[in-house]
């Protein structure tokens, strides 16, 4: 393709190539997360933007930067919106987003695809990933709270990824949310039960493996609720009561560095001089290419706190241009008219 030519990928055009199913995702973020680990990108601490009137911790845009080095390096950026209310006053997705890649030797800007679907499926990759290490084998019931989308992806993913699944304990604020997450999952797993339970608490004390899929700004879960050898991927980040992250035999984030900002629970702790970097186990992608250690026994709890990383997306967005690139898909568009 031209430098002056754009590629557009819709969210149809990623389904069809293959970005509705999480094998290419959980590769991807494999992928990225060893190149982190051995520092083979550039990724500056991504700006929160906000304004008055949207105060709620997920009414905010993110600009996410990344330059991706290699044998295929690239650069990019996600840009992500959301806010809370666009489901009920809206009908829309909380989150919507674009990523645009742009070609390491020129700088010139590539592509451009629809973000949303990539963002919760890199997600619930990290999820897969983090799950493989930190989980016992053989793991049978997992607890999910929160049933919305990012809840479908991270559910449909574990999924797909641990046949060893039997049960899912789902729970919702709103019934009707974990109602709906139950029957469309069902379609696609009947062997696994679609179990709906009365509380967050009740949800979590069932699980080997725990997820938070929610918009939470303040914590809840308790470290009590966990049961020996829990892995909690606490992919919503409030979630999780700060003696958890000071109870947990291993606390492991995807970096230090974008975790221990923002105000979140880390970031808090390490204020407040309850948390550090030493304390820290590892970052995933040192587990990923065996720096660290993963689960060493089966009783250990082990609480995994992913802030998401522009690497994550850009590793899956490089996947899908490369891709679209050989079968010829998505819409060309001209830069300059």
Known sequence: MSSTQLLYLSRRDLVELGGGRSQPYVDAIAEGLAAHARGAYVQPLKPYLRWP??????????????????EDPIAGLKWI?????????FGLERASAVVVLNDA???????????????????????????????????????????????????????????????????????SAAEALSRTLKESFPKVAMLRAVSAEAAVREGDVVVTCTVADAPYLAFEWLKAGAFVSNVSIMDVHKDVYEKADKVVVDDWDQSNREKKI???????????????????????????????????IILLNPMGMAIDDLVCARHFYRLAQAQGAGTRLPLYG
Request: net charge negative; aromatic share 4%; proline share 5%.
């Open 53 to 70: 009137g949207a105060d709620h911790i997920a009414d905010r845009i993110i600009a996410m930067p990344c330059y991706l080095g290699g």
């Open 81 to 89: 919106g959301s806010r809370q209310h666009n489901p009920v006053r």
């Open 266 to 300: 880390i970031n808090q702790l390490v204020l407040e001089g309850r948390f550090s970097r030493e304390r820290l186990h590892a970052e995933l992608g040192e587990i990923v290419i065996g720096e660290r250690p993963g689960r060493e026994r089966d009783d250990e």
């Open 105 to 175: 030797q020129t700088n010139y800007p590539i592509a451009i695809m629809e973000g949303g679907l990539l963002s919760g499926m890199r997600t619930a990759a990290i999820t897969a990933v983090g799950t493989r290490h930190l989980a016992r084998s053989g793991f049978t019931d997992v607890a999910c709270i929160g049933c919305g989308p990012i809840a479908r992806m991270q559910m449909q993913t574990l999924l797909e990824q641990f046949p060893s699944i039997e049960r899912l304990h789902l729970f919702d604020l709103s019934p």
